[in-house]
């Protein structure tokens, strides 16, 4: 090997070696955290194959432009499967999905299952069919919930003294699906703050997690979802959330 060849060989290593240390996912790392009000959670329940649910979708999807957004401005799209049977799978909906609407319903929450829903706050919210499109805001004091992630480790902080459930999910958005059949058929669909998995952890004020790889399902924008509930219940205390890519 000749002395030129040998200092090329030396430069590319120590290249691939900055790269390593600049680009891999365990010296990632990001803080992000609530205000000290409440989050404005917004929940769409949606389907692929719901003929009404696009313009919903779309509404949801303007809330990227926010300035509050994933500050004190939570949107999270979870697709139901019910409607799969009627001529289009939804690619995104699962029956975990449909079963947290159903225990809406149960909680008293929400006045029954239908799509699109939209549930605003852990209660339902039907200003949105009436022409509405400012989500309202919460107005309590829940203290800040805050986090930091770190590789695949996610460290989560938030003073209260009781044992709470820690979701967490991953968010997808600038989803794209055009559709062969059913009542939305030959039509392009497009998809934000889609729920693409989410999990749950309990515990009291400290919360470490090793977070799964995010699912590639061909989004543009990755995000990083959290928000509080109390053991056995959906209504959430606090939430934030952070883009990761």
């Not at 952890?201 to 470490?208: D, E, F, I, R, V």
Request: hydrophobic share 40%; aromatic share 10%.
């Amino acid at each position: 090997m000749s002395l030129l060849a040998d200092v090329k060989e030396k430069q590319m290593l120590r290249a691939l070696v900055l790269f390593l240390l600049v680009f891999h996912p365990t010296v990632w790392a990001v803080d992000f955290s609530s205000q000290s009000q409440a989050t404005t959670v917004v929940d769409l329940y949606t389907s692929e194959r719901c003929s009404s649910c696009p313009p919903a979708e779309r509404w949801l999807s303007t809330l990227q432009h926010d300035d509050a957004l994933f500050d004190s401005l939570l949107p999270m799209a979870f697709h139901v499967d019910y409607w799969d049977q009627l001529g289009w799978p939804d690619r995104f909906a699962t029956v975990e999905n449909s079963n947290r609407q159903r225990n809406l319903v149960r909680e008293g929450l929400i006045s029954q299952v239908y799509t699109p829903g939209i549930v605003i706050n852990s209660e339902e919210w039907r200003g949105w069919f009436q022409g509405l499109r400012q989500p309202p805001t919460h107005t309590e004091q829940r203290g800040a919930l805050q986090a930091s992630l770190k590789g695949k480790q996610l460290v989560v902080q938030f003073e209260q003294p009781d044992n709470l459930v820690l979701n967490m999910a991953w968010l997808g958005n600038g989803l794209e699906t055009t559709v062969k059949a059913g009542e939305n058929k030959g039509k392009t669909l497009q998809h934000d703050f889609v729920v693409l998995q989410h999990w749950q952890q309990t515990g009291k004020k400290n919360w470490q997690v090793t977070v799964p790889p995010a699912p590639d399902r061909g989004q543009q924008q990755t995000a990083l979802a959290i928000w509080l509930t109390k053991p056995g219940s959906l209504e959430i205390i606090q939430a934030t959330a952070t883009y990761i890519d």
